[in-house]
């Protein structure tokens, strides 16, 4: 072989050596965060195997049962292009209170407070101290373009709605 070939093939395998580089980057990036309290404790998962990042209520909070509240968590975030984040109530507090939460998307270009919408479904009233856990954040891909079609694919369920799977 020539120079020159293997001059164009040291540069193909540079091409995708960036290439699949900046693949890896898509699959398994790093969400930014930052503080704005001076007291806010770090984001963290409870576990290394954890989906969800551990979201605080930066403020003390009592909740009588129905009660509806708009959390304040003390961070923002910087989800990645293609994610998003999906705020979802924590288990145990869920369960053994009712402690649920009503909305929750934060957005790739969202850069404001996280905040948790909070209802106590409930029969006792709900305290939660500052910085206590009130609910998790996870972080999923999202398909970021639609395209309009005239048809669309078929499936087996066809346009079933509401019950149209079965029941137990």
């Avoid at 507090?93 to 909070?118: F, I, K, M, P, T």
Wanted: glycine share 10%; aromatic share 4%; hydrophobic share 40%.
């Amino acid at each position: 072989m020539t120079d020159s070939v293997f001059e164009q093939l040291a540069q193909r395998h540079d091409e995708l050596m960036t290439a699949h580089a900046q693949l890896l980057d898509r699959l398994n990036p790093v969400m930014q965060w930052r503080p704005l309290r001076a007291n806010t404790p770090p984001l963290t998962r409870a576990t290394d195997g954890a989906g969800g990042w551990d979201l605080v209520a930066a403020d003390a909070v009592t909740l009588a049962p129905g009660e509806r509240a708009l959390l304040h968590t003390g961070i923002a975030v910087a989800i990645p292009e293609g994610w998003v984040g999906l705020i979802w109530p924590r288990s145990g507090l869920a369960v053994d209170q009712g402690l649920d939460r009503l909305a929750g998307v934060v957005d790739s270009d969202y850069r404001g407070e996280v905040r948790v919408a909070v209802i106590n479904r409930g029969l006792d009233l709900i305290r939660l101290e500052s910085n206590e856990r009130c609910a998790q954040l996870v972080v999923v891909p999202c398909l970021i373009d639609a395209e309009e079609s005239q048809s669309l694919a078929p499936s087996g369920r066809g346009n079933g709605g509401f019950g149209s799977s079965g029941s137990f």
